[in-house]
């Protein structure tokens, strides 16, 4: 079968050029498969440069008298490369001019006949193939189609070529910026490395100035975290802005090819930046836990100094940067930590020194948080709210916010606001001028006054009257108050520390508390944990209840039985640490000095679950229910004061958290409400 010798020698050019991606080191072997379909004696490959010159890329035969590099205007129009086409001269002899020094060459190598072909790239291009013969006319159209076919071979190798040449570079490039990373390493802040992470990286991107600038949280200001290059006299720390600069998530660059000609984002101060002498940025955003929380800027005085080629390196420093900055963040976490859990410390002892009583004891996680809280509210002035159920240890928990803030030397007032009648409260609270009511005979400085200068706590702040609240929410606005029954307003200097074990924002829509209050209040909450929830914190808080308690008795217990700290492990505490601590006071009583047994402790603690009947009477727990008796009780003492909870409670000789652990127990109504009417609802 007949082959085509052009199908064949391009074939094997393909095979050629796909050996290597350096297409010099082969092109003696292209052209001498070429000249099996040309009459060619010499082919040359040029290269098309930015700048718009021919840079002598590969050649066959004797170069030593050609220059590496011409412009199209060392060529005659009549043998100048076309960009649009093939270029055929069949005798250059006749055309070439000796004022220009291609067609001087020309002239002397004797060349007569040429083809140039454009090699491309896309729409761009890349450079040109040359082709001559020393016979006149030696090339038709027929080896122009040849050429041409040739040509595609040869764009498409010197575009391998190109994109390896650009990956290999990109790889040197990174590899020398991961030099960076043991300066990094050996130091915790950006700031004192920042001159020398930009010297490591301006051999291979190149830049005047490499600046980290930060966003401020409300995003108004613009911060210089770090700069390299010379000192620039006025460049500010930061600079408000005028709108967000916060890189859109997302977005991996931004590239600014001339600031001078541009409307686009410049430095924090446009005079700082003309100083500058600035044309090209390009800015790469750095994530610190998914956020562009700063960007690093390379700055240049030379327009168009960057390309998105530079993108993947600019990146890499970006990234080394952040790692320095995530290291600087977790010291810093660290140490504030650290100083946090000192300050907790310190809070508890000085608290428990004041007070004589080891009483800010837990070591569950619940517990340590709560404390946390207090230990970083306490030196402000900010308004603390604590909830939390009855008995776990609000008031503590205030007397630490005492300790640990700037009022530490002025006094600590507290008010139980359920503990006094309304007709009362507000003359505690805000005293009352004399003559104010019937009995007032002299003038009386109320909670606010004797608290100035230090703290005033505010326990069971849910039961203040809708009257009293009002003028509660003036002293926090205004920070002024008036006396019952006076007219001239006082200033209040009492930093506010409310407690409740309600649901204050539940009573909100019943009108039960005002709104703008309850949003005054909590403008800090500390949620104190129930102590079912503390069950590593019921020994703990019973031994020091313990030691509390054998000083004040003077016959200290001799401890606990293993089934004693069993049954306080498993008790669910309605009452919480303040139950706890009756519990034991009692069994302290009882046990007169020995061991804490479970005969010593009340029967629904001390309870043994393991025991189905009593031997002595035959009765099973159906027969005889305690729980049935305790049911029917709530029932009755509920009906008697109209289902008023808090009555209730005192008419049953218990609290009232302690009441409502009891009525959700036995499945009466479980939203307890102090003015409702009528009989409890199984």
């Not at 915790?188 to 100035?209: A, C, K, N, Y």
């Not at 620039?232 to 802005?241: D, I, W």
């Not at 030379?302 to 390309?307: E, F, I, L, V």
């Not at 205030?398 to 507290?414: N, T």
């Amino acid at each position: 079968m007949h082959r085509d010798p052009v199908l064949d020698a391009l074939g094997k050019i393909a095979r050629i050029v796909s050996e290597t991606l350096e297409l010099r080191d082969v092109l003696v072997r292209v052209a001498k498969e070429a000249a099996a379909v040309l009459p060619l004696e010499g082919m040359t490959i040029a290269r098309l440069e930015d700048s718009g010159a021919l840079t002598l890329y590969s050649h066959t035969g004797d170069i030593s008298d050609i220059l590496p590099a011409v412009t199209f205007e060392d060529f005659s129009p009549a043998l100048r490369p076309s960009l649009k086409g093939v270029k055929r001269v069949d005798d250059a002899n006749a055309l070439a001019d000796p004022a220009f020094y291609v067609d001087r060459k020309m002239l002397k190598r004797e060349s007569r006949a040429l083809m140039t072909v454009p090699l491309h790239r896309g729409d761009w291009t890349a450079g040109f193939v040359v082709v001559d013969s020393r016979g006149a006319g030696s090339f038709t159209a027929e080896h122009e189609v040849v050429l041409l076919s040739i040509a595609d071979l040869l764009s498409l190798a010197l575009e391998h070529e190109r994109l390896w040449n650009l990956d290999l570079v990109r790889r040197r490039r990174l590899d020398a910026i991961d030099a960076v990373l043991p300066v990094i390493a050996n130091a915790l802040g950006v700031r004192e490395i920042f001159e020398q992470v930009s010297q490591i990286v301006r051999p291979v991107l190149p830049h005047d100035h490499l600046l980290l600038l930060s966003i401020s949280a409300d995003e108004k200001v613009m911060n210089v975290d770090a700069y390299s290059g010379d000192f620039v006299e006025g460049l500010p720390p930061s600079a408000p802005v005028e709108e967000s600069k916060r890189f859109p998530v997302g977005q991996e660059f931004h590239l600014i090819h001339d600031v001078q000609d541009s409307n686009q984002w410049r430095l924090p101060a446009d005079p700082v930046a003309k100083a500058l002498g600035i044309h090209s940025v390009l800015r790469i955003p750095i994530y610190l836990e998914g956020v562009p929380e700063s960007t690093l800027n390379f700055i240049s005085r030379t327009p168009h100094q960057y390309s998105e080629d530079d993108v993947s390196v600019a990146r890499r420093v970006a990234d080394h940067v952040s790692l320095a900055l995530s290291h600087r963040r977790l010291a810093e976490e660290e140490r504030r930590a650290a100083l946090l859990e000192q300050r907790v410390e310190s809070l508890t002892q000085e608290l428990e020194t004041t007070r004589g009583i080891r009483r800010v004891v837990g070591r569950s996680k619940k517990w340590k948080a709560a404390l946390a809280q207090v230990a970083k509210v306490a030196p402000t002035e900010t308004s603390v709210l604590l909830t939390g159920e009855s008995g776990t240890g609000k008031e503590v928990l205030a007397r630490m916010i005492h300790r640990g803030s700037p009022r530490s030397k002025g006094p600590f007032v507290a008010i139980n606001c359920a503990a006094l009648p309304e007709t009362l409260l507000e003359s505690e609270l805000f005293g009352h001028e004399k003559g104010a009511f019937t009995g007032a005979s002299g003038t009386r400085l109320g909670c606010i006054e004797q608290a100035a200068g230090g703290i005033l706590f505010l326990d069971e702040v849910g039961e203040l009257s809708l009257a009293a609240q009002a003028k509660l929410l003036r002293v926090l606005e205004q920070r002024e108050f008036t006396r019952v029954g006076g007219a001239r307003p006082i200033q209040a200097d009492a930093r506010l520390v409310a407690a409740t074990n309600r649901n204050l924002k539940a009573a909100l829509p019943r009108g039960g508390f005002r709104e703008d209050l309850y949003y005054r209040l909590r403008v800090f909450e500390i949620a104190l944990p129930p102590l079912r929830e503390r069950s590593d914190d019921i020994l703990p808080l019973a031994g020091a209840f313990l030691e509390e308690i054998g000083r004040t008795v003077g016959r200290p217990a001799g401890g606990l039985s293993r089934q004693v700290q069993e049954a306080l492990l498993a008790y669910p505490w309605p009452g919480n640490a303040r139950e706890l601590r009756n519990v034991l006071e009692r069994a302290t009583i009882l046990c007169g000095g020995g061991l804490i047994t479970l005969d010593h402790l009340p029967p629904e603690v001390g309870s043994r679950e393991d025991v189905a009947t009593n031997s002595e009477t035959g009765l099973s727990r159906d027969d005889y229910s305690l729980d049935g008796a305790e049911r029917d009780l709530i029932i009755k003492a509920l009906k008697q004061t109209r289902n008023n909870r808090t009555k209730a409670a005192r008419l049953l000789g218990i609290t009232r958290p302690t009441l409502y652990y009891k009525m959700q127990k036995f499945g009466l109504t479980s939203e307890p409400d102090p003015r409702s009417e009528g009989s409890p609802k199984p």
